[in-house]
């Protein structure tokens, strides 16, 4: 496919270059000279991105400049010592010496080497910002990976505390499984909403093993909104923070709710819990605002995520696009 598209790329540069002969009449041996030249550089566009990578990673400063100046010389040459033989087997008669050919296409030659340069440049800074922006959502996300550890090991340690062994070993198994699912998670940077819905489940049975009765779920989740993909270890964080700023500082019953559904082809998921002295639970901490960080990099705004009192429970909202920009 590559190849394709550098000769497809030569091919119109060709004619561009024919078309600038229309106004006089143009004969068979020019258009074949046109497009031997660009198919000829269409053949050494792969050496020039070769030696262009090359250079940069063996010379800096003026050196690299030097290299660049002695490299392009080296293709013109080359690209003359091709003509004249392949114009020959086309039957394209020579009319000029070597040198005389090699100063008159001096100047296109260096413009051509220089354009595939830039684009060898543009490539380059592409993969660094992808490179970068990857490096920096992967940092986000272990960021998130120790506090989800550290919460749990607290349960395990107030069950220990409480010398209830049997429920502390339970936890520590469940925190093994979960574990695993995070430390080796699917390929991909996306998971099915269903995918991370398990961990959440996972996460909360761990927690109802430690507060018992004070802990109720509920989870109110439609059918189309199972197999659509979010960004994983998103839901997790925030069931997590609801647990210690709803459930933890209050000494009665609470109760979480989980609900998502699909909306002008959105999916809208809202986790409420019992707002504390009639406010909101602002815990946001590292987790929300690394997940809010998370939202922004990889949606690039589109995503809309939010905390909010309603009729004395505090809901977090987050909207997902079904697409990336």
């Given amino acids: 496919m590559r190849g394709g598209l550098v000769f497809l790329a030569w091919t119109l540069v060709g004619a561009v270059a024919l078309s600038r002969g229309v106004a006089s009449p143009l004969v068979c041996d020019d258009i074949i000279v046109i497009f031997q030249s660009v198919w000829l550089w269409a053949l050494f566009t792969p050496l020039v991105f070769a030696i262009t990578s090359r250079i940069a990673k063996r010379f800096r400063g003026w050196q690299r400049g030097i290299a660049h100046g002695v490299a392009s010389i080296g293709v ?40 595939l340069f830039g684009i060898t440049q543009l490539l380059r800074v592409n993969r660094l910002s992808n490179a970068l922006a990857q490096a920096r959502l992967d940092a986000l996300e272990n960021r998130l990976r120790p506090h989800f550890v550290f919460n749990s090991l607290h349960t395990v340690a107030a069950l220990v505390r409480a010398q209830r062994n049997d429920d502390a070993v339970k936890t520590i198994t469940r925190l093994g499984e979960l574990l695993r699912s995070v430390v080796a998670p699917p390929p991909g940077d996306r998971v099915r909403f269903q995918d ?5 489940q996972s996460y909360l049975a761990i927690e109802t093993i430690r507060f018992a009765d004070r802990l109720q779920v509920e989870f109110l989740v439609s059918d189309e909104a199972l197999d659509f993909e979010i960004p994983r270890l998103v ?3 925030l069931v997590d923070n609801a647990v210690r700023h709803g459930v933890e500082p209050n000494p009665g019953p609470s109760r979480i709710a989980i609900e998502a559904g699909i909306a002008d082809d959105r999916l809208c998921v809202q986790i409420s819990i019992p707002a504390v002295n009639g406010a909101p639970s602002r815990g946001l901490g590292v987790a929300m605002t690394t997940i809010r960080e998370r939202l922004d990099a990889i949606y690039d705004g589109r995503a809309d995520f939010g905390l909010s009192l309603n009729a004395g429970l505090t809901v977090t909202s987050i909207s997902f696009p079904r697409s990336r920009p």
């Fill in 235 to 237: 839901l997790q964080p």
């Fill in 76 to 115: 013109a040459t080359v690209d003359v010592a091709l003509d004249a033989p392949i114009l020959m087997l086309l039957g394209v008669p020579i009319q000029s010496t070597f040198v005389r050919m090699f100063f008159g296409q001096l100047v296109l030659n260096l413009l051509s080497y220089a354009a």
């Fill in 196 to 200: 991370e819905l398990e961990l959440v």
